[in-house]
């Protein structure tokens, strides 16, 4: 039987280019990310309470880095606002809301990452 | 068989490249910072090196001169840049001595062919 997935959160096409298509490498890969956004975005969360604008700059450019392999623009969009405010020291009140919206965002996106993880192991 | 050092501050894109360099018949040595990198590049025990141009402890221009003019060395350097890294930078570093760089994302297949450009022969006969 041929099932249809729909992804709604996530592009792996760049994560498939630097894996040139191999299977294996893809599932480690995945499993990698899954495991690594939601400790860094709390890292990025006890950053953000504490006020250290320094280490959230460097978070979130980590993160951009690692959102790239699964291709969410929402999250990637919001993460580029994290770096810069935390860079340029603006609207610092802002980041808050952008962190809760991050959160939110992961959390949806990581079920369907596990989903495909699944569908490709 | 080619020893070739990868130096990524990134573990995602760091297994990935190791993976697939393997793939393409090199034995990889692996760092995620400039200060492993370049004990490696000192004791001359790798043929070439791929360098992200962010380093955690180093700025590249300062890496690039320890190898090319502290060290010595003239290991064969291909450098990563992030696509919003100046190109100053990039240009910097390729003037220091560095021999090519590669823009982040990129296909492995593109990496391995650019070093096999660029290693000496005589890694081929180890």
Redesign the interface.
């Known amino acids: 039987m041929n099932t249809i997935e729909n992804y709604q959160w996530t592009d792996l096409t760049?994560l498939s280019?630097?894996?040139?298509g191999?299977r294996e490498?893809m599932k480690?890969?995945l499993d990698?990310?899954v495991a690594?956004i939601p400790a860094e975005i709390e890292k990025m969360q006890d950053a953000a309470q504490q006020r250290d604008w320094k280490e959230l700059f460097e978070l979130a450019h980590?993160m951009k880095?690692?959102l790239?392999?699964v291709g969410n623009a929402d999250m990637i969009a919001t993460t580029k606002t994290l770096e810069m405010f935390a860079r340029n020291l603006t609207a610092l009140h802002e980041i808050p809301e952008l962190m809760r919206s991050l959160a939110q965002a992961a959390s949806k996106t990581m079920v369907e990452l596990k989903r495909r993880a699944q569908n490709i192991g | 068989m080619p020893r070739v050092l990868i130096c990524e501050p990134g573990r995602i894109l760091l297994t990935a490249l190791d993976y697939r360099m393997r793939k393409y018949g090199m034995e990889v040595v692996r760092a995620q910072t400039g200060e492993e990198a370049l004990r490696r590049i000192h004791r001359n025990s790798v043929d070439l090196a791929v360098v992200n141009t962010r380093l955690p402890d180093f700025r590249i221009l300062s890496f690039v001169h320890l190898i090319r003019e502290d060290f010595r060395s003239d290991v064969p350097l291909i450098l990563l840049s992030e696509v919003e890294e100046e190109m100053e930078t990039v240009f910097n570093a390729l003037e220091a001595g560095a021999n090519d760089f590669l823009t982040i994302p990129f296909k492995p297949l593109e990496l391995a062919m650019r070093i096999q450009l660029l290693l000496p022969v005589k890694a081929y006969d180890k």
């Open positions: 760049y280019e630097i894996c040139d191999d490498l480690t890969m990698m990310i690594e980590k880095t690692t790239a392999y």
